[in-house]
Structures are given as structure tokens and as C-alpha cells.
């Protein structure tokens, strides 16, 4: 535990045993289809699907009438059917599903399914949605959420200030390109139970969406996690939807029945991360502190609320960033539309919003004439340092620390003070960009915030962990083995983590929020504690030595000069009928949020980070590569190092598509960037040197310390390449990606000097 070890789940994958959903094929198994509607909004008048059912090798064609549970698959808002009945709000919703002997088969039959439309007026972008007289996504408007922070007194705050910026940044859509695409394989049982195993980010989400649909109670359909390619957020409740299309044909044909989505159905179908518009009114005193922020953000929502209001939620607590400011507004606002629905990916909204905060802290500290590092330290959140919800912050705040060892890591003075000039039409630069985000699901999310585990000491002494949270790459399943070996005196090989299956461990909430080193952790803590307990009494009996001097270490249990070896002690308690399974369980610490004020304890700590990018522009083409980025994070206590430095990598180098590349691009709610030719991320070529560095700001309720990391690394790495350009060129880019068209168009009509 500390140390670096190698992911308990490496050799299975890189040697392709590791079973994925596609990999497994039984007997009698059909394949599943989906048929997409081709409008962006229209009126479903008819379906008629009689010669698709004559197709030879078809099992069942299925519509919404056919659902025998209710047609409802939002996970927060129940305005998401699962099969279009009769509207259609975007080109991903599926009016029908096909089951069949070959992918083949279905897909043909898919082809003689014909669908009346009555196409209608549609809206396209979140200003349009809230304008007056706008066509409506749903009959209740199309203002999804409002959220709101009000703290001090704004007005005197921007009275006071001898400097005020404003300006509006645009943020794009993203997709998540997990490796992976979405697949499920739905299993009918003969005692009219499903078990289907799947792709999946949040089973028990799952769970409870295929129970809705199929009209079963939860106990009769059980989800196992298959090994599984990436998620990143889009495998948070997307598979639901998946899941609940393959059991609806495993229901209706008595067969198993597999989905694997092709690579465009994925990207039609997924959730993508917001557009947002944000605008900023921020101000300071010359000597750099930032006294007042006026926020306003408009998110486009898209066809259905997914996880928006979670989203937005986290959009409104950032948004000012990890600065102490007293006099706050802040307005979030998502807005329905006829696009593709925006949903959860890594950073939950928080990207978006730390775009344009660090963009405008870097902004305030050019009109300054001041370092940016230096405003950072003058504003950062600190020990007894208040957020903008109010919330006072009583431990495990490293923010200034991730500051200040990136800064020396990268060696900014002496960079910062060179000749940017490198050649007739190239420039360096250097930007920095800090952050912080809450643990867990924080105030909106607190009645879901539980873990469970459930452990069992097998005869030989081995060790197996159940855990509710799930392993989509980000090495979870390693450090649960981990502080499990840790707190049992273990080698490392003697724990086995199961897969996460709803019949093993009780609801343990989502797998989202960076919270699974935190949750599974401590509840499998919780559990091995109860256990220890035990052996400790009967170690003491068998020694002689009181409890509390014995310790769990190499394998044995010993104190008072005496030992016995865990095994043998195992061996003992079986013989005498001693229990050595239990189940554990965590909940997160009490968490608030005023909905009229937007006060409170939003989260129950924080992680903190700053990266610093160094950049090098091509003013003839407005390319811009990066070189270097400087990633210092806290993380709590680091459980496997390794670990952290390949998500500070991974989250980085998704960053950097952010900032420069990717733009999942909609124009009149019609996909523009339908395949991975057309939606492009950073390759090898792309991504810069990356030197991660680990800041560890104990908390006190983390096991052994730990906060978690998974989303944090892409946070930051936008606003720090976005400052970086701006301080090679003295442009300043206002809307990502920042693609070498638009970087050099603002090249040429800034007509700098350069
Ligand atoms: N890393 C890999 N390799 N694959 C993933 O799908 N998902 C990210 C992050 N890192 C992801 C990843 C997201 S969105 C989250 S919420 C966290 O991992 C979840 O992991 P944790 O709860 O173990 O921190």
C-alpha cells in the first residue's frame, strides 16, 4: 500500500484473455438491432413491421406498445422513454428492435421496417430553446434546471474592485472513445428471471432501469459486470438503455440475446459531454485579489435530462474555481434541444466552467502586470479558506502545494522569461491552470452516496472482495486488493476481486465521481475490520496475548513475542465454526446545498491540481503542438503511485483533445462527425512529454487517506493550453477546440506583431 505495484487486471489484458461481452457467444443466441429515427423531432404516425417479421431468421420485432413494463428510462428525471412511442426527439432515439439468427439478418429487417413521420420544428442550441415562442423538446418547457450561488454582496464587491474583466467563453461537445463500445448480452432464466451480463459503468443503475422496463421486481434481474473497455462517464446510464433493449428481446423471444454496438451506432446513441456558453464578470484589487465573480452558464441538455442536473450542479459549485472569492453569483441554467443528450463524462461540468475561469484569472493577472502563478497563490483556497457555497474548509486542502511544485518542476521563471520567438514563424509559451473538485456525489447525490462490499477468508487463507463500484481501466480493482492486503498482512496475490455483480453486494450507488478508491475502499475496510475481530479473539486465545497487542503483518498475526501463521489461524476459526465473511458498508459524511443561496457543504472534501502546458505555435498554420505538461495533483493519500501517474497521463492526454481536437459537431440536430474518421482525438503524435507529480493532503475519512483522482487530470489541461497560446502569441482563444483554422483566422485579425 504506498508503493507501486503492478494492476492485478494487467496480464489478463494485455495477453486478450480478459473475457469482453462480445467475447462471449451460448448457445441459441440471437443478436439485437436498433432501428434509429432519422429526424431530429418528429411525430411518430405509424410503424408497420409486418414484412420485417416475415424475414427468415427474425425472432421478434418490438415497439414501444410491446414494453410489458413501463416505457421510462431517465435515471434522474423520468422523461426518457426507452422506445419512442410517439415522438421522436433526436436522431440516437430507436423506434424499434429487431431480434435475429445473424447481426446480418437484423440489420436487413431493420430495412423493411416502415415508419410514418410527421417531421416538426425543431431547436438546435440552448439560447434558442429558451427564447420566446421556441418549439418545446417536452410539454413542460425547455428549461431543464436553474441553479444558483448567492453569497456576499456583488454589487459592493464590484464597487470595490479597481479591475473588471468580462468576457464569454464556448465550450464543445465531446465524446468519451472508450475502447470499447457499449455491448450486452440479456440471458432469459427459467424462473422468469434475467441476468445480463454487460459493458457497464453503474449496474445497479442497471438494475433498476431493466426491472422498470421488463415490469419485474428488482430481485429477479441480476447484472454482472464483463470485463469492460473504458467508460469515462458515457457507461454511466447509457447502457441502461442497451441492457433494457437486449432483455426486451430475451424477454420477448425466450432466447439470450446479444447487442454489441458498431462503433456509429455508439456515437449516435451516447451521451456526450455539455456545450456550454459561459460568461464571466470578474474582478480584483491591484494587488491581485480577486474580490467579486458574476457567472453565467447555458448549457445545451439536449433531447433528455440524463445526468444534466447532476452535471449542472457540479458546473455551479466549480465555477469559480479554487479561489476564495467573497462576493459570488452564480446562475446555471441547462436548456432541452433537438440534439444528441449531453450526460456525464469525466469532470461532470467542471472542465467546461474551469476553461473559463482559468482563462479569466490569467486574464486579470495580464492586466496586472502580474505573474500568474503569484494571483493563483494570492487567491487559492487554503485551510479555513471559504468556498463560493459558503463551505469553510477544515482539512486536506493541497492546492497550494500542487501550485508551487509544478511551478518549480517546469521551471517556469526562467521559461517564462525566455525569447518566445523560436524561429521565423513558430512560438513557445507556457500556461498554468489550477482546480479543485469535490469527492463523491457531494449534496445532490447524498441518498446515493453508500458502498458495500462483501469479503469472505476462504479455508486456504485467500481472500475474496466483492465490491458495488467496477473496474473500467481506471485501476479500482487494484487498489481495493491493495488496502485489502494491507489491512489483512497480506501479499498482494492472496486477495481476488470478484466481478461487480448485483447478487453479491447490495446497491452500491454509481461507479462515477472519482469515488470508488474512497467508497469500495473504506467499505471493504469496514468489512476485513469486522473479520479481523474475529481471528484477533481467537489468535488471543490461542497465544495468550491480548487483542490489542496483536498485528496483522507477513502473513501472521503476532505480538507479546509470539505468533501464528494467518493461515494456521484461518484453519482454527473453521474448525470451531467462526465466521469469516462479512459485508461492509460506507456512507458518505453529511453534505449541503441551499437550492435559493447555494450554501452550504457541497462536498465533504476536495482534490486539488495544477498543471502547467508548454506549447509551441505555428503562426503560418495555426497549429499548435504540445510539448510538456507539468501535472501536479492531490490526491489524498496515493494507494498505488503508478496508478496515479497513469490517470494523471491518460486524463492529460484527453485534455489535450479537448483543448485542440475533438468536437462532436451537430448541425441541425444532425450528426456531422458520425465515426472515429470524422470525430479525431490526439494519436501518439499528439501527446505531449507528461510529468506527474503527487501532492498528498491526507483526508481524514479516506481509507488510509485517500480522495481519489480518476477525473481530475483532464480538468485543468484546456484552460493551461489556452493560457500557453495566449502567452507564445498574446491571443486570447475564447471558444475550444482551438483548430488551427480558428487559431490562425485570430492570428490574422489580430494582425500582431510577432
Ligand atoms: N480511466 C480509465 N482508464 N478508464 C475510464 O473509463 N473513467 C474516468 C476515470 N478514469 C476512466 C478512467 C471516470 S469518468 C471516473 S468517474 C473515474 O475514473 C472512476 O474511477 P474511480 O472511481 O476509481 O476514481
Known sequence: MGQPVKRIDARSKVTGRARYVA?????????????????????????????????????????????????????????QPLLAQETVRFVGDCVALVAAESASVAEKALGLIRVDYQTLPGVYTAQEALGENSPLVHQGGNLLTHLKIRKGDLKKGIGECDILLEETFHTQRQEHVYIETIGALAIPEGDGSMTILGSIQCPFYVQKGVAHVLGLP????????????????????????????????????????QMILTREEDLRRSSKRHPMSVTY???????????????????????????????????????????????????????????????????????????????????????????????????????GSQTATGQVLRESVGLEETIVKAKEACDWESKRAEDKRIGPSRRRGLGASAMFYGV????????????????????????????????????????VAQMAAECMGLSLDRIAILATDTSLVPDSGPTVASRTTVFSGNATLNALEQIKRSMTELASELLAVAPEKLDFRDGQVLGGGKKISFDQLVQHCYSRNINLGAEGWFV???????????????????GYGTQIAEVEV?????????????????????????????????????????????????????????????????????????????????????????????????????????????????????????????????????????
Request: aromatic share 6%.
Open 23 to 79: 467475447d462471449v457467444k451460448i448457445q441459441g443466441m440471437l443478436y439485437g438491432k436498433m432501428l434509429f429515427s432519422p429526424h431530429a423531432h418528429a411525430h411518430i404516425k405509424g410503424i408497420d413491421t409486418s414484412k420485417a417479421e416475415g424475414l427468415p431468421g427474425v425472432w421478434a420485432v418490438i415497439t414501444a406498445q410491446h414494453i410489458p413494463g413501463e416505457n421510462q428510462i431517465g435515471v434522474v428525471t423520468p422523461d
Open 218 to 257: 428488482m430481485n429477479k434481474v441480476r447484472i454482472v459486470q464483463a470485463t469492460t473497455g473504458g467508460g469515462f462517464g458515457g457507461k454511466e446510464d447509457v447502457p441502461s438503455e442497451i441492457c433494457g433493449f437486449a432483455s426486451l428481446l430475451a424477454w420477448k423471444t425466450h432466447r439470450p440475446v
Open 281 to 383: 464578470k470578474m474582478g480584483a484589487t491591484k494587488g491581485g485579489k480577486i474580490l467579486c465573480a458574476q457567472i453565467e452558464v447555458l448549457a445545451d441538455v439536449g433531447a433528455y435530462a440524463t445526468l444534466s442536473p447532476v452535471v449542472m450542479f457540479r458546473s455551479t459549485v466549480h465555477a469559480t474555481g479554487p479561489y476564495e472569492i467573497p462576493h459570488v453569483k452564480v446562475d446555471t441554467y441547462g436548456a432541452y434541444t433537438n440534439n444528441i443528450p449531453s450526460g456525464a463524462m469525466r469532470g461532470f461540468g467542471t472542465p467546461e466552467v474551469t476553461f473559463a475561469h482559468e482563462s479569466m484569472v490569467d486574464e486579470l493577472a495580464a492586466k496586472l502586470n502580474m505573474d500568474p502563478i503569484q494571483i493563483r497563490l494570492i487567491n487559492g483556497l487554503r485551510l
Open 440 to 479: 463523491s456525489l457531494g449534496a445532490k447525490g447524498w441518498p446515493l452516496d453508500g458502498s458495500a462490499a462483501a469479503v469472505q477468508v476462504h479455508q486456504d487463507g485467500s481472500v475474496s472482495v466483492a465490491i458495488g463500484g467496477t473496474e473500467m481501466g481506471q485501476g479500482a480493482q487494484t487498489v
Open 588 to 606: 458518505s459524511p453529511p453534505c449541503s446545498f441551499d437550492e435559493e443561496t447555494g450554501q452550504g457543504d457541497a462536498y465533504y472534501v476536495y
Open 618 to 754: 505555428d503562426l503560418d498554420t495555426g497549429q499548435v503542438q504540445v510539448l510538456r505538461v507539468t501535472a501536479a495533483h492531490d490526491v489524498g493519500k496515493a494507494i498505488n503511485p503508478q496508478g496515479v501517474s497513469c490517470q494523471i497521463e491518460g486524463g492529460v492526454v484527453q485534455g489535450v483533445g479537448y483543448a485542440l481536437l475533438e468536437n462532436f459537431m451537430m448541425v441541425k440536430g444532425q450528426i456531422q462527425t458520425p465515426d472515429l474518421a470524422t470525430y479525431t482525438i490526439p494519436t501518439s503524435l499528439d501527446v505531449p512529454q507528461v510529468e506527474p507529480i503527487i501532492v498528498e493532503a491526507i483526508s481524514e475519512k479516506g481509507p488510509y487517506g485517500a480522495k481519489g483522482l480518476g477525473e481530475q487530470p483532464i480538468i485543468p489541461t484546456a484552460a493551461a493550453v489556452a493560457n500557453a497560446i495566449h502567452d507564445a502569441t498574446g491571443i486570447r482563444i475564447t471558444k475550444l477546440p482551438i483548430g488551427p483554422e480558428a487559431l490562425r483566422r485570430a492570428l490574422l485579425e489580430e494582425r500582431k506583431e510577432l
